[in-house]
């Protein structure tokens, strides 16, 4: 089970790279890479799932559940974008707190999946960027989302920094009940955070 598009098509737009009979999966447990070369309609599938892009024709589904025709905000995905906001003024346990309200052994063992339960006391600011994208990750799996979409989350990382973000997600994503899908025209962090990737091109996919 996983993210599923069946024959997606979108309408016609002068502001987005349509789809065309798009048909792709994404499992639970594991990254699935969206690349285009360009401009070729991999980010626009992001949004597609997300409910940002409406479809014309087909079907998305999310473990079995056609959620074509829900709003976005009832949906269990959540778009990590590339770049990050944080309140001034938190501390870690409290940034994730002002998110959603759970207990302190669920918030304990989300900060340990991913890497910092030993900062839950510091200013977020004092934080390394990378562990802030971090914080930023566990705020959304806070809502216990089905598919976490990635769009372009590392343009404003260096290399070093970005291929040490792709070992802690790919460690993360085999701890929570969630499938990663990453896109990009970034053919070296494709490679290296996907599990398998479909090629995206003016609109059209072929397989992984």
């Avoid at 409406?54 to 959540?78: F, H, M, N």
């Avoid at 339960?117 to 990750?137: G, I, P, Q, T, Y």
């Amino acid at each position: 089970m996983g993210l599923l598009f069946t024959d997606v098509d979108t309408a016609a737009s002068h502001e987005y790279t349509v789809l065309r009979k798009v048909s792709l999966d994404a499992p639970f447990g594991s990254v699935t890479g969206f690349y285009g070369r360009g401009n070729d309609g991999q980010l626009e599938a992001l949004r597609v799932a997300s409910g940002l892009i409406p479809i014309r024709a087909g079907s998305v589904t999310l473990d079995a559940i056609d959620i074509s025709k829900e709003k976005p905000d009832s949906r269990r995905v959540r778009l990590i974008f590339w770049n990050q906001t944080h309140a001034d003024g938190q501390t870690v346990r409290q940034a994730m707190e002002a998110v959603k309200e759970v207990s302190a052994n669920e918030n304990t063992s989300l900060l340990t999946k991913v890497g910092l339960a030993d900062k839950d006391n510091a200013d977020v600011f004092s934080l390394s960027a990378e562990d802030r994208f971090m914080l930023h990750v566990a705020k959304m799996l806070l809502d216990s989302p089905q598919a976490l979409l990635f769009e372009e989350s590392f343009r404003l990382f260096s290399r070093p920094v970005t291929f040490r973000l792709i070992r802690r997600l790919k460690r993360l994503v085999k701890q929570v009940d969630c499938a990663f899908v990453y896109a990009s025209s970034d053919i070296e962090t494709m490679r290296a955070f996907a599990d398998t990737y479909y090629v995206f091109d003016k609109g059209m996919v072929g397989g992984p």
